[in-house]
T-cell receptor, first 116, second 114 residues
Framework: DAGVTQSPTHLIKTRGQQVTLRCSPKSGHDTVSWYQQALGQGPQFIFQYYEEEERQRGNFPDRFSGHQFPNYSSELNVNALLLGDSALYLC???????????????FGQGTRLTVV | AQSVTQLGSHVSVSEGALVLLRCNYSSSVPPYLFWYVQYPNQGLQLLLKYTSAATLVKGINGFEAEFKKSETSFHLTKPSAHMSDAAEYFCAVSPYYGNNRLAFGKGNQVVVIP
């Protein structure tokens, strides 16, 4: 089992550019959550996708958008990059159960984004 | 909204000594609390979780945490530190059972001194 895989592992972008980060969930999982972890801080919830729709969203501007594909993989897009967007972006996957609860979240290793 | 507070960003502990990491929560409803560990260049790994079944929760790698409602705390302990425990530790809270919209604390970087 490959677990949660994210690509790329590192990325350098210029202010104002757009970036796309990718996540493949753990086998058997259908829900993907994205977190932003700034240096020296804990992860902050960006949003969660299930059945190709955004199910929950944290306090992030519309510059942050996402997508989930039929195979449950997901993308995080950030437009008009700011220096403050530099962070480790973590993806977590889980399964949405019939009782409308999530199973334990498994995290990927993250993508380190540097905006210069 | 639920939140957690972790004080003291860096914690140094001697090998073989007690590891104690403090976490206090703020929640208007029964909280669901978690401790995660993050090793360098790796993602988060769940150490243990509290879901109201028992106040003393045992996790992996010899860690345990006790939920104390009167103190709004969920402190993490390990009786004897090992060099492999050097990592960053995060406390997190969920808005309700089975929801993975987690709110994390700022974390504790644990350094183990030989």
């Amino acid at each position: 089992d490959a677990g949660v895989t994210q690509s790329p592992t590192h990325l350098i972008k210029t202010r104002g550019q757009q970036v796309t980060l990718r996540c493949s969930p753990k086998s058997g999982h259908d829900t993907v959550s994205w977190y932003q972890q700034a240096l020296g801080q804990g992860p902050q919830f960006i949003f969660q996708y299930y059945e190709e729709e955004e199910r929950q969203r944290g306090n992030f501007p519309d510059r942050f958008s996402g997508h989930q594909f039929p195979n449950y993989s997901s993308e995080l897009n950030v437009n008009a990059l700011l220096l403050g967007d530099s962070a480790l972006y973590l993806c977590a996957s889980s399964t949405y159960r019939m009782d409308r609860t999530d199973t334990e979240a498994f995290f990927g290793q993250g993508t380190r984004l540097t905006v210069v | 909204a639920q939140s957690v507070t972790q004080l003291g960003s860096h914690v140094s502990v001697s090998e073989g000594a007690l590891v104690l990491l403090r976490c206090n929560y703020s929640s208007s409803v029964p909280p669901y609390l978690f401790w995660y560990v993050q090793y360098p260049n790796q993602g988060l790994q769940l150490l243990l979780k509290y879901t109201s079944a028992a106040t003393l929760v045992k996790g992996i790698n010899g860690f345990e945490a006790e939920f104390k409602k009167s103190e709004t705390s969920f402190h993490l302990t390990k009786p004897s530190a090992h060099m492999s425990d050097a990592a960053e530790y995060f406390c997190a809270v969920s808005p309700y059972y089975g929801n993975n919209r987690l709110a994390f604390g700022k974390g504790n970087q644990v350094v183990v001194i030989p």
